[in-house]
């Protein structure tokens, strides 16, 4: 009969020499599998039954797998997003158009820039850009921009050089064509700012100089050099007499609108004017 050795050093050796095989084993099944199609997996993004993913090897394109890590499409984008309204919006040679699962182009590869359907507030539009500069950041990056729904209609006419993330249910528009250097850094564009709501309508006319986003139901916008605020509907609550008004937002740490005219400063907290 087999005895198995109970000293503890021989057992100590055994489990030792187990635990390497079964991580010997694990890297091979774990190669076997990343290396599918001679691509090895960078990142996943979850969200639908498809998963996009990026090979570390060769181009370094992007596909797609289902749920049970099988390649479903095959790495051959330059860049691709995930998928949203069942389509997702994809890139080769610097031109994106949308696929479905099959990898069908139902949108054809027509545009500079594309975002996901449903993203950045607008409610199952995409919003796409053409002939803008991809030096600069996707909204700062000129040319012209529009939304369109999923069968490649446009919703929203690609006539503003600037459609700015949906809040309040309201996204920042600007009709000019032309982005302005003012040095430092700064920029402005040749044209006014206006609102269209999330479907993608021109609900408050481009009339201003300059518009921040919404921010609680309320917006500082400026004509003439003079701010004011404006509501959603575009009805002033604080006219345009205000050299400067710095206020609530995103990006600001403001808990209340501070207004500057003459020298002189004033709170406003949704409802009154308090001169400091």
């Known amino acids: ?7 503890p050093l021989s057992l100590i050796v055994i489990m030792k020499q ?18 599918e199609n001679n691509q090895e997996p960078f990142y996943f993004q979850t969200g639908s039954e498809l998963f996009r993913v990026r090979a570390t090897q060769g181009e370094r394109l992007f596909g797609y797998w289902d749920r049970f890590d099988h390649i479903v499409i095959r790495f051959k984008y330059n860049e691709a997003r995930q998928f949203s309204e069942g389509l997702a919006a994809v890139s080769k040679k610097g031109k994106w158009g949308f696929i479905n699962p099959k990898d069908s182009i139902v949108i054809p590869l027509q545009y500079d820039w594309a975002s996901s359907f449903g993203e950045m507030g607008f409610n199952g539009l995409a919003l796409v850009k053409v002939g803008n500069d991809m030096n600069r950041i996707w909204y700062h990056s000129g040319g012209k921009t529009g939304l369109i729904d999923p069968e490649g209609k446009e919703v929203c006419p690609m006539k503003y050089i600037e459609i700015y993330f949906a809040s309040n249910g309201l996204a920042r528009v600007n009709d000019g064509t032309e982005i302005i250097p003012e040095g430092n850094g700064q920029w402005s564009y040749n044209g006014k ?28 916008v400026t004509v003439k050099k003079k701010s004011g605020i404006i509501d959603c509907k575009g009805k002033i609550v604080i006219p345009f007499e205000y050299d400067s008004i710095k206020g ?22 949704g409802k009154n004017i308090t001169r400091i």
């Open 18 to 35: 187990k635990f390497f095989f079964i991580c010997l084993l694990f890297i091979f099944l774990s190669c076997c599998k990343s290396n």
């Open 1 to 7: 009969m087999l005895r198995l050795s109970t000293d």
């Open 193 to 220: 700012y206006g609102f269209i709501n999330s479907e993608g309508e021109e609900i408050i006319s481009c009339q201003y100089d300059y518009a921040n986003p919404f921010y609680s139901g309320l917006a500082i």
């Open 248 to 269: 609530p937002g995103l990006q600001s740490k403001e808990e209340s609108y501070r207004l500057f005219k003459h020298g002189q400063e004033f709170l406003f907290d």
